[in-house]
């Protein structure tokens, strides 16, 4: 049974990942009337992650014996004066992400809720994942600048890596 201190804290988490999957769809929409088609493919796909990032946390509150709260969500920024500060954007999401994930990770050992902390465990692997993957594509897109054959082919690299799956641009 969650601690009613644990519940409202997995809440607060659902949201956040839900508000995660808006960033990114937002992202998707912005990069597609750019004409990204690589970019947009890889932010539709970390959108549908996050969402079963925030499906995942659902599950376990009300498995657990809690309520799954599914509330409003703050809206995304839409739009952005480039691909680097979208990118710059993402990757500071990330970094926030992780700082709330470490502080749950806090109060399930505070509340000696070790189920919960085990459960976490998946999310403090994950965070490390997609911060590096986030930093991998913030070097590119530094290194590119604005320079419009060099954003050609980065958004051709995206695309082929969201094809064989997002993991590999981490590598
Ligand atoms: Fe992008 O992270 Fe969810 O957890």
Redesign the pocket.
Known sequence: MLSKKIEKALNE?IK??AE?SQV?LAMASWAEIQGFEGVSSFMYA?SD??RM??LKLVKFVNERGGHAQISDLTAPPVSFGSFKEMFKTLFD??VM??ER?NDLVHITLEERDYATHNFLQW?VA??IE?EALARNILDKINLIGDDKGGLYLFDNDVKMLTANGADKLAE
């Open positions: 988490q956040i990942e995660s990114y970390h992650e996050e990032h925030m999401h990330e992400v992780s994930i999310y994950e965070q997609e």
